[in-house]
């Protein structure tokens, strides 16, 4: 395990001990740490192949590079599904009016292959995991490497959440009920060229937090842009790190500790100047079922009259902040 950081504030701990009883233990010590003060860390010796990531890299790549009117082909739906020309305006999630984000996007959901019986099933509201998943028919390996590389990010985020619940003091099982009909999605962003001036207040994407459970990041090794919020203004490069992944908590396993974690505010700024070159970042948002009841740990000291924060439902807390993040770009 190692106890190096990122500018100080995102630790980079190295998996290659999950295997073993004490290596488990360490690792689930650190990233309680982590957790309880950025919300964000870095993993090292993943075990998650190099060649599938860079295939995964590859086919993304191309598919983002087809002319627009084959990447329409499969857009203009709600949410992460398909393809989106704008990646949304992410600070409407929590409320906050910006322009829209400078990047384009293209989701699917590991629901989106379950029958249409199985995925009407998936709640009774409006939710884009209830969606099947559109395919680009170019470049031809795309639904395989990208359904082999969703396969390795949901079994490395589930021994993550193992490793989380064993650095809550809980069983390392606690979460596995919540999480076997997981509606969790795969999102790639692709941060086009930036020639012209941006828009006061545009970014390639908006400060937010992510609303669900676990995010496991891609981010492309020789590329930057990727900022923590550490405190009330600092903002603090997570660089990208060759072979490893950025993880953070979202809001719901923040609500789910009782506090003890955060979910940090994050964004990706702008090229310092007109740049030609583009960018990719692929998140893995693991979320629990559509129906979970999440109940919050109860809080460590408690204070009188403190309120215990109130039950919510999975799904229907993750399907209002999805309705706020692209309300703008319908």
């Known amino acids: 395990m190692s106890s190096n950081s990122v500018d100080g504030y995102v630790p980079v701990i190295d998996l290659s001990t999950r295997h073993e009883a004490p290596g488990r233990a360490a690792l689930a010590e650190a990233i309680g740490e982590a957790c309880r003060t950025s919300g964000f860390f870095v993993i090292v010796g993943h075990g998650v192949p190099s060649g599938l990531v860079d295939r995964m890299h590859t086919a993304t790549t191309a598919f983002f590079t ?18 989106r020309r704008s990646g949304g305006t992410t600070a409407q999630s929590l409320d906050r ?63 993550l959440l193992r490793l989380c619940a064993r650095a809550l003091g809980l069983d390392e099982d606690h979460f596995d009920d919540k999480f076997d009909r997981h509606v969790s999605s ?47 203004d600092t903002w603090r490069d997570v660089r990208a790190i060759p072979d490893s992944f950025v993880i953070n908590i979202g809001d719901l396993m923040a609500l789910w500790t009782g506090g003890r974690w955060v979910s940090t505010m994050h964004r990706v700024v702008n ?46 807390w993750m399907a209002m902040k999805m309705q706020k993040l692209f309300a703008a770009a319908r």
């Open 97 to 159: 009016r910006t322009p829209p984000d400078l990047c384009e996007s293209f989701g699917a959901h590991v629901t989106g292959e379950l029958s249409d019986r199985e995925r009407e099933a998936l709640g009774d509201y409006p939710a884009t995991w209830k969606l099947a998943n559109l395919w680009p028919q170019n470049p031809a390996d795309f639904r395989e490497v990208w359904q082999e590389y969703m396969a390795a990010m949901h079994a490395l985020s589930a021994d």
């Open 186 to 232: 795969l999102v790639a962003n692709f941060y086009y060229p930036q020639v012209d001036e941006p828009l006061p207040g545009q970014l390639r994407r908006g400060a937010h937090t992510d609303f669900g459970g676990l995010t496991v990041l891609y981010q492309q090794d020789d590329k930057g842009g990727l900022q923590v919020l550490q405190g009330e």
């Open 66 to 83: 087809l002319p627009d009117a084959e990447k329409d082909r499969i857009a203009h739906r709600p949410g992460f599904s398909g393809f």
């Open 271 to 316: 090229p310092e100047r007109a740049d030609t070159s583009s960018r990719l970042s692929v998140p893995f948002f693991f979320q629990p079922n559509h129906d979970a009841t999440i109940e919050p740990l109860p809080p460590l000291t408690p204070t009188p009259g403190q309120e215990r924060p109130q039950p919510v439902i999975a799904g229907e």
